[in-house]
Every structure is written in C-alpha cells, then in structure tokens.
C-alpha cells in the first residue's frame, strides 16, 4: 500500500514539475467572435452561435505581434451531418493589410447554416494558420 502511494505521490510530484518547468507560452494568438462590434468603450458581446443573416463580428489578436503586414483569412463551411472529411465549402479567402501588427477586425454575413472554420495565415507562411476559430450558424 505504502508503495502504491509513493508512486502516486511521485507522479503529481512529476506533472508538477512539468507544469512549472515546461517554459509554455500562455501569449498565444487568438480569434474572437461577437455579434456586436469591438470598442474600447463598449466591449464586445463574446459569442459562437449565430442565426442566418446575423453580423458575425471577428478580431484577430496576437499579443506578440503578427511577423507580417499582411494576413490570410479563409473561411470554410462544413455541413452539419458530414463527416471529418467530407462536406466541406470553401467560401472566403482575404488578403488582408494590417495598419496595427497586433490586431485586426472586420465581419461577415453568412446566409446558410452549419459550422463555418475561421483560419488565419501570416502572408510568408500559408501552409500553417496561426489563428483557427469555429462559429455556427442556424435558422
């Protein structure tokens, strides 16, 4: 018995250390969803379920500051019933030009329901999103 509760000890012991040690950056880059604009006055009203038509408002943040100026953003759809992968439309692509490195805002309007996959890609590196966020969409 003592044994059994030295291993376990030891174990907390050692994912404490982990934790603690792992050098982990908590300042990763994000996506928020809104179904209000972002303002430094009023907030913003955080949300991931919208209906056909809505304003579905976006920031991309990253508190390190994104490496280029300019910014992919691509938006697929994917069916409600479909599988891991299979049912997916490519909607959206955007170029965009950011005039603050850490962040940038703008909205859609999407007009047929199921899950939509928000992914940002810094201009020299389009293999890999830096941001990827999920809404969905209902009637």
């Known amino acids: 018995m003592k044994t059994v509760l030295k291993n376990i000890g030891f174990i907390l012991l050692l994912f404490v250390c982990i934790g603690t040690l792992c050098g982990c950056d ?58 891991e992968f299979f049912g997916y439309e490519y909607l959206y692509n955007k170029t965009v030009e950011l005039s603050d490195r850490k962040f940038y805002t703008d909205f859609f309007v999407i007009n047929k329901k199921g899950y939509y996959i928000f992914q940002t890609f810094e201009y020299t590196n389009t293999i890999k999103p830096v941001i990827i966020g999920v809404v969905k969409v209902t009637d």
């Open 26 to 83: 908590r300042q990763k880059p994000g996506i928020l969803f809104s179904s209000t604009p972002f303002s430094k006055e009023l907030g913003y009203t955080e949300q991931s379920f919208y209906k056909k038509g809505e304003r579905i408002y976006y920031l991309l943040y990253n508190p390190n500051g994104f490496k280029t100026r300019l910014l992919k953003v691509q938006v697929f759809r994917k069916d409600d019933g479909a599988d």
